[in-house]
Nanobody
């Protein structure tokens, strides 16, 4: 099982980006899915998560600007980021509780994708 995040890039303040993270492999199901980020010189922090039933929660710093969603048919989680600020600059990581076929549910991290907000 692998998680692959993509969609990062350079964007001006006030702009938008949409991150995607797809899980691949022999998967029975996926429970919670989440996004984290790590800014230069700082610890990794939680950004948002979405449960298997679609309930969402957000860090105060992104509430009202970011939207997390999921597509279970493609085992993909998305992060729509609007009104981006320079302080949103970070490497963004996806995280998921995945039930691989033949194994118990495990927590997986994807490789990060860099988001840079700068004029």
């Amino acid at each position: 099982v692998q998680l692959q995040a993509y969609g990062g890039g350079l964007v001006q303040p006030g702009g938008s980006l949409r991150l995607s993270c797809a899980a691949s492999g022999s998967i029975v199901g996926i429970n919670n899915m989440a996004w984290y980020r790590q800014a230069p010189g700082k610890q990794r922090e939680w950004v948002a998560h979405i449960t298997w039933s679609g309930s969402t929660n957000y860090a105060d710093s992104v509430k009202g600007r970011f939207t997390i969603s999921r597509d279970d048919a493609s085992n993909t989680v998305y992060l729509q980021m609007n009104s981006l600020k320079p302080e949103d600059t970070a490497v963004y990581y996806c995280n998921a509780d995945i039930h691989p076929r033949g194994l118990g549910t495990r927590n997986y991290w994807g490789l990060g994708t860099l988001v840079t907000v700068s004029s």
